[in-house]
């Protein structure tokens, strides 16, 4: 693992099957617009935000209430001169416990600060980890659902071609 990778961290009163199930349920934390499934090893599933970033990804590992790691298949963003740099990178979950509760330690190994998506990225991870710890502890989470929900989104949004056939 590089240090410079993107780290996030929560801890939460629920157990590690909860926080384990919740990860699995990439539409309630991540993005309603996800289609595929992330419940196994071997599943695969596209995250897409209109036309600025598409992803598919599998999932390559899990221990149950433990870790799961996901590998970035395909990747594509509109705003970066390399449309692919996630593509060849994980995401890894390791749930833990301490003192009575349950920590998540989120780590992207490869996003590092060289990616010219870093920034927006980062921006877009710590979101939605944030989504994921409101899914975890209040059973709703807050995932991208067609709106931009980061302030990068609203500046990429923003600058998307306008469709002609609505101006």
């Not at 996030?8 to 099957?17: E, G, I, M, N």
Request: glycine share 6%; net charge negative.
């Amino acid at each position: 693992m590089d240090t410079r990778d993107f780290n996030a961290r929560f801890t939460v009163d629920q157990s590690p099957d909860a926080v384990f199930a919740a990860i699995c349920d990439v539409r309630r934390w991540w993005s309603a617009d996800i289609t595929g499934s992330a419940d196994r090893v071997g599943d695969r599933f596209v995250h897409r935000v209109r036309d600025l970033h598409r992803c598919e990804i599998e999932v390559t590992q899990m221990v149950p209430s433990s870790r799961i790691a996901w590998t970035v298949l395909d990747n594509h963003f509109s705003f970066t001169r390399d449309t692919t740099e996630w593509t060849g990178t994980d995401l890894v979950f390791e749930i833990a416990t301490a003192d009575g509760r349950t920590e998540l330690r989120f780590t992207h190994l490869g996003l590092v600060p060289e990616y010219e998506c870093h920034d927006v990225c980062s921006d877009g991870w710590n979101t939605y980890i944030a989504s994921l710890h409101d899914l975890v502890a209040t059973g709703h989470g807050r995932p991208y659902a067609g709106e931009a929900r980061t302030a990068s989104e609203r500046v990429l949004m923003d600058q998307e071609p306008k469709d002609p056939a609505q101006a």
